[in-house]
Structures are given as C-alpha cells and as structure tokens.
C-alpha cells in the first residue's frame, strides 16, 4: 500500500515537471510570436510606395491644397507620371525612398547640383543658411541646411519633416523633400518669391498697403485655423513671428518653420520654454504649459505689426498698450506709410481684434476660428463697398450716356425745326 507522503512527493514531482513544461511552451512561443511580428513589420515597411513631389510643391504657389476638408495628401496615382516639376529629381535618383513622414528623400550630390554648389544664399536663420535651388526646367525652390553649430539641431528636423509630412494646407509652406547625407540635414521647401513678412515690414524699398496687409492676416489666420481645428491631432505652431510668415508671388502668406511646434496632447504638460522674445506668451512663460492660445497670443502681435511696423523687440507693446487706452488710439501708432492710404475703421477694427488676442486671462483670448471670422468680415464689408461703389459708377456711367443720346436727338431736332 502506498503511503500518503509518498503521494505527495509524486504530486509535486508532476506540477513541477507539468510547470517546466508550460514555462518552456511558453518561452518559445512568445519568441515565435515576436519573430513573425518582426517579419510582418519588416514586409510592410518594404511595401510602403514611393510618393511624388505634390503638385503645389517645387516652385509653385498654387491654390491646389486648398480647404480643410480637402487638405489630405492626394495618393501617388493621381498625380501626372512625367510631370517637369518632378522629372530632375526623379532622375538618376536610385537613393530616394518615401519615409514613414510620405516626404521624399534625396541624395546630397541632387542638392548640390540644384544649388550650383550652394552658391547663391537666400537668408540665414536659427536653423542655418538658406540656398536658391534651380531646376533645368526652371522650377525653383528653397534648401534650408542646418547648421553644425545650430541652436535648433536635429529633434527640431526630425520634427518639421514628421510633421509636414502630414499637414497640407494652401497657408503653410510646402515641404517637398529633405536630405540626410554626407553628415548633412537639409529642407527643401517651396520657393517663396517675396520673402518673409518681417523682410517686407522692416526693409526699406518695400511698401505694404493696407489690402494687403489686411489679406496676410486673414491669410496667417486661415493656416492657424487648420494647425488648431483641421489637423488630428491639433498643432501648437509655437514660435509664430513675422519672419516665420513668407509670401509667394502672389502675396499670399503662407505659415513656415515647425520645428518647435507640438502636436496638441502636449496641452497642459510643462516644457521647455521655446519661442521668440516679444513673440512668446506671458502666461506661458510663468507657467510653462504650452496651449493653442499661446499661439493667439503670438498672432496678436502680427497684428499689431502689420498696423504699426513696429518690432515687438522695439517695445511694440507698449506702444500697443497706450493705444488700448481710447477708441481710436491705433491711430496714433498707425504706420506712416498707411496714413491717408487705408480705412482706419478697418484699422481700428483690426485693432480690436488684436487686443482680444492679447488678453492676459487665457479664457478670454478668443479661438482662431473666432479671430478667421472676425477678419473674413472687415474683408467681406470692404469687398460689399466695393461692388456696392462700382455698381454706383456704373449707373452714373449709364445715364450720362443716356443724357448724352437725349442731348444729340434735341440738337437734330433742333436743326430740323429750323430748317422749316
């Protein structure tokens, strides 16, 4: 007969032996599982197609990207196969591949090439210099090559390629490639005929008028419309300026420079303190917690840039602060070059606009979609008297000629009676 602690031996003995067992099924089938992830990520990846230069890209500011509803990149296939703008980069290109961003990536020696070896500077920023990119077929376009003692570096690359790869819209600038080669990062955007805002603002020689300036605002508000309310998830741009605002041949303003923007999940964590001096905002800067009104702020003062000419590192606030004090106090720091030029009720309007931005308290800093439709109105009442006064013309041109005929049928008449 079996004795009972014999029993319990042999049971501990079988769950242990049963316990190896399992453990290693278990090992080996873990392993076998990560194996086969591994080889299906590596086949997708393979499989990822490579996407064209977009339309709207390489020396080219069309109106293609247009709508937020519309404002997702269009597949590789619906774009034309021998397209000029496409065909240089396409050539003898063996080293381009489309990243996971969808921005094609090219060979150092391509850029060298479309740069004449880097020879004709278009600027220099935080990032590094700027280079003039030309094409045999005559497109142009713009490499920005980030400078080995820059203060940005290679996160914020990382970041304007990874974000750009996603977010198109008529008002930001195009991104249509980068390079990392030969220890080299390189941006290749769209070329932008008239420079930047701050350029046109601060250089002598140019002169802005008041239509104008009233579209680059309502321009600016439209590309911020789409990082806040049509980008999922929504992007905090982050250092908004008037040098990070360029213009195409047609001066349509168009939104640039991402590299330290933050996609909006980031929305009431604590960061580092980035941006501009007299761009950054004041309630970010005592808390560190980085939100889609810190960009209102900032937008606030392209407002009051474009009213005034002033730098906001040239005490443009204060100015701006003594104008809140009246009604009409903008008049005062209104930019000599529009004074007698403009409608200073579109000014003062504007004006208004620009103040709400600025509110100390976050809350009552109005959305953009809010800032859009208050601007779309001063422009769509400008455009009503317009038509409203060309129709007037038009009348009184009518009935002139009318007077005119009436006036040569008495004369006749006139001639006949005496005749008789």
Not at 62 to 75: D, R
Not at 121 to 144: C, D, E, N, R, W
Not at 389 to 409: H, K, L, P, T, Y
């Amino acid at each position: 007969m079996v004795h009972k602690g014999d029993l319990v031996v042999i049971g501990i003995c079988v769950g242990l032996a049963l316990g190896i067992l399992l453990a290693v099924l278990a090992f080996f089938g873990i392993r076998w599982y990560k194996k086969h992830a591994y080889l299906r990520r590596c086949a997708n990846d393979r499989s990822v197609p490579t996407h064209p230069i977009r339309i709207n890209g390489f020396g080219t500011s069309t109106e293609f990207s247009a709508s937020l509803s519309n404002s997702v990149a269009a597949k590789a296939s619906e774009y034309p196969q021998k397209s000029s703008q496409v065909s240089w980069w396409a050539h003898n290109n063996k080293d381009r591949f489309a990243s996971a961003s969808g921005i094609p990536r090219y060979p150092y020696k391509d850029i060298q090439k479309a740069t004449q070896n880097f020879t004709t500077i278009l600027g220099q920023g935080s990032f590094g210099p700027v280079y003039k990119a030309t094409m045999p077929t005559g497109g142009v376009a713009a490499v920005k090559v980030l400078a080995s003692d820059s203060s940005q570096g290679e996160r914020e690359f990382q970041t304007e390629v990874s974000l750009l790869g996603r977010l198109h819209h008529r008002n930001l600038v195009n991104l249509i490639g980068y390079c990392v080669d030969k220890g080299q990062h390189m941006l290749i955007y769209e070329f932008m005929s008239n420079g930047s805002l701050a350029n046109l603002l601060y250089s002598e020689g140019h002169i802005l008028g008041w239509e104008e300036r009233l579209q680059i605002s309502l321009d600016i508000s439209h590309g911020i419309e789409y990082l806040h309310e049509g980008a999922v998830p929504p992007v905090i741009h982050r250092d908004l300026k008037s040098a990070n605002i360029l213009l195409d041949h047609s001066m349509r303003a168009k939104v640039a420079d991402f590299g330290l923007s933050k996609e909006e999940v980031f929305d009431g964590r604590k960061s580092c303190l980035k941006g501009t001096y007299g761009y950054m905002d004041p309630a970010y800067m005592s808390t560190n917690k980085l939100t889609m009104k810190s960009d209102i702020y900032s937008f606030g003062i392209i407002i009051f840039e474009l009213i005034t000419a002033i730098h906001p590192q040239q005490n443009l606030m204060e100015y701006v602060d003594l104008a809140g004090m009246s009604p009409d106090g903008v008049d005062e720091i209104l930019d000599k070059q529009l004074v007698g030029g403009c409608n200073i009720e579109e000014v003062r309007e504007l004006a208004r606009i620009g103040h709400k931005c600025l509110h100390k308290s976050l809350r009552k800093r109005p959305s953009i979609g809010e800032v859009t439709q208050a601007i779309l109105k001063i422009k769509q009442r400008r455009l009503a008297k317009e038509d409203t006064m060309s129709f007037a013309d038009g009348d009184f041109s009518r009935v002139m000629s009318r007077i005119e005929d009436q006036q040569i049928e008495l004369s006749k008449l006139g001639g006949l009676n005496g005749e008789a």
